[in-house]
C-alpha cells in the first residue's frame, strides 16, 4: 500500500524559512508531548507557516508578536484568500498562531502578556485576603463574595464610617425581596464577613454585623437528596473501562460513592496524595483541614487500572486528567459534576433527585445509616465540623424512625 502524505495548501509557505522557523521544532514537540493528534499537529505547523510568511512580508520580528498581531493576522486570513473557502482551515490557522504565541511567551522568547488591571478596589482585595488568611476560604467562594459586596457598595457607597444599622438592615431586605433563599443567604454571609473585617481593621462601627437580618432556616428542614444503593451500582457499571473515559469517570464515581468525597476534593487530588504502601488517601478539604482516609480495595484498583493503562502519559501532578489533548487538570469541581450527570445519563436513570456529585455524597452516607453505622462513623468519613451537619441523614432510616414514632391520638381534637 502507498502511504500518502498530506501537501500544504500555502504555496507561499512551501519550505522556505522564516522568522518562526527556529521555535517551530520545540513547539511542534510540546504538541506532540501534550497529546495532539498527528493530524492536529499536522494543520497547527502548517498554520505557524503561514503565520511566519505573513510576519516577514510585513517585516515583523518574533519579539515583537503579541495579542495584537495574532488579531492582525486572523483579520489577513478572513479577508484573503490564503484559506479560499474552507473557513475551517481559517480557524485553525488562527488558533495556531495564538497557541505559538503563547509558546513563545512561556519559553521566554517575547514578553509576557500585560497584566490585566484588576477593578477590584484596594479594600475588598484586603477583604479577600483577610478571608484567605483567617478564614480559609477556597478562591471561588472568595470571588462570589467580591461579587455580593460589589453590589453592596453600589449601594452604600465605599465609606464605611456612613454605614447605619438602618442601612444595612435596608439594603439586605431590597436586594434579598423577592428572591431565592440561596441567593439572601449569599448576600447576608457576605454583607456580614465585610462588616466584621471593617470592625476588626478599625475601618467601621463595631456590631453593625449584627443588623443584618438573619434568613428564616428551620434546622435539619429538608431530606437529603439521595440514590438507592442499586441505583448507584448501575451508574458505576454503566462506565466502560476499555476506554479512557469510562476507565477515569468509574474511579471517580467510586470516590464520590464509597469515600463520600465532595467534587473539589476529586478534582484537587494529586499523585503524592494516595499513599499506596499505607492504603491511605489525602484529602484537602473545606478550611484548608487536610485528612487521611482509608482507600478501599475496590477504589484502589480502579485508580490503579486508571494511572497505570489509561491516564495520560504527561508530567502533571493531579490525579484526573481530561482525555483529550491538550492534557490538562480539570478546571473546577464543576466538571465533577459532568462526569456524575453524564454517569447518570449513560446508566438510564431519569428520576435522580439531583444530578451533582453531592448526590453521591448523600447516597454513601444513606447507605452507611442503614447498614448500621453510627452518625459518628458517618460524620468522621465525610469530615463534618459539627454532629449537626450528619443528624441531617437520620431522617432518611425510615424504618428504625417508624419503631420509634408514635401513634396519632385519634380522639384528639385540634
Known amino acids: 500500500m502507498t502511504k500518502v502524505t498530506r501537501k500544504?495548501?500555502?504555496?507561499?509557505?512551501?519550505?522556505?524559512?522564516?522568522?518562526?522557523t527556529p521555535y517551530?521544532?520545540?513547539f511542534i514537540d510540546e504538541l506532540r508531548a501534550s497529546g495532539y493528534a498527528a493530524s492536529s499537529v499536522f494543520d497547527t505547523e502548517r498554520g505557524v507557516k503561514h503565520f511566519g510568511t505573513?510576519?516577514?512580508?510585513?517585516?515583523?520580528a518574533v519579539a515583537e508578536f503579541d495579542d495584537g498581531v495574532v488579531a492582525q493576522f486572523a483579520s489577513h486570513l478572513g479577508s484573503s484568500d490564503c484559506c479560499g473557502r474552507n473557513m475551517g482551515l481559517f480557524k485553525r490557522t488562527r488558533i495556531a498562531a495564538r497557541q505559538f504565541v503563547a509558546y513563545l511567551r512561556r519559553t521566554g522568547v517575547v514578553a509576557a502578556a500585560p497584566a490585566m488591571q484588576s477593578e477590584t478596589p484596594p479594600l475588598v482585595a484586603a477583604f479577600s485576603a483577610w478571608m484567605r488568611r483567617h478564614r480559609g476560604l477556597a478562591p471561588s467562594t472568595i470571588v462570589g463574595y467580591e461579587r455580593a459586596i460589589g453590589i453592596f457598595l453600589?449601594?452604600?457607597g465605599r465609606e464605611p464610617v456612613r454605614y447605619t444599622a438602618a442601612?444595612?438592615?435596608a439594603f439586605v431586605v431590597t436586594c434579598t425581596r423577592e428572591r431565592s433563599r440561596a441567593y439572601a443567604k449569599w448576600i447576608v454571609r457576605a454583607v456580614r464577613l465585610w462588616l466584621r473585617f471593617l470592625a476588626a481593621q478599625g475601618l467601621g462601627p463595631v456590631g453593625l454585623d449584627a443588623a443584618v437580618p438573619t434568613v428564616p432556616e428551620w434546622r435539619l428542614s429538608a431530606l437529603p437528596r439521595y440514590l438507592e444503593p442499586a441505583v448507584v451500582e448501575r451508574v458505576i457499571a454503566a462506565c466502560d473501562c476499555a476506554t479512557p473515559h469510562g476507565c477515569r469517570d468509574r474511579a471517580i464515581l467510586l470516590l464520590l460513592a464509597r469515600l463520600g468525597l465532595r467534587a473539589g476534593d476529586v478534582a484537587g487530588l494529586q499523585l503524592a496524595d494516595v499513599n499506596w504502601a499505607q492504603g491511605t488517601i489525602r484529602v484537602c478539604g473545606k478550611g484548608r483541614r487536610t485528612v487521611l482516609l482509608p482507600l478501599p480495595q475496590e477504589v484502589g484498583d480502579a485508580l490503579l487500572a486508571y494511572l497505570q493503562g489509561k491516564r495520560p502519559r504527561v508530567a502533571l501532578n493531579s490525579v484526573f486528567l481530561c482525555t483529550r489533548a491538550p492534557y490538562r487538570p480539570f478546571a473546577t469541581s464543576a466538571s465533577i459534576a459532568d462526569v456524575v450527570r453524564l454517569a447518570l445519563a449513560r446508566a438510564g436513570v431519569d428520576d435522580a433527585p439531583s444530578r451533582g456529585a453531592h448526590l453521591l455524597r448523600h447516597s454513601a452516607a444513606t447507605a452507611m445509616l442503614r447498614a448500621g453505622s453510627s452518625l459518628e462513623t458517618i460524620g468522621a468519613l465525610l469530615r463534618h465540623v459539627s454532629p449537626d451537619t450528619t443528624a441531617h441523614y437520620a431522617k432518611v432510616d425510615v424504618a428504625t424512625l417508624a419503631t420509634v414514632a408514635q401513634p396519632w391520638p385519634e380522639s384528639a381534637r385540634c
Do not use: I, K, M
Open 8 to 20: 500544504s495548501s500555502y504555496p507561499q509557505s512551501g519550505g522556505r524559512r522564516s522568522c518562526t
Open 54 to 60: 505573513w510576519a516577514d512580508a510585513r517585516g515583523l
Open 154 to 156: 453600589a449601594v452604600e
Open 167 to 169: 442601612g444595612v438592615r
Open 24 to 26: 517551530v521544532e520545540g
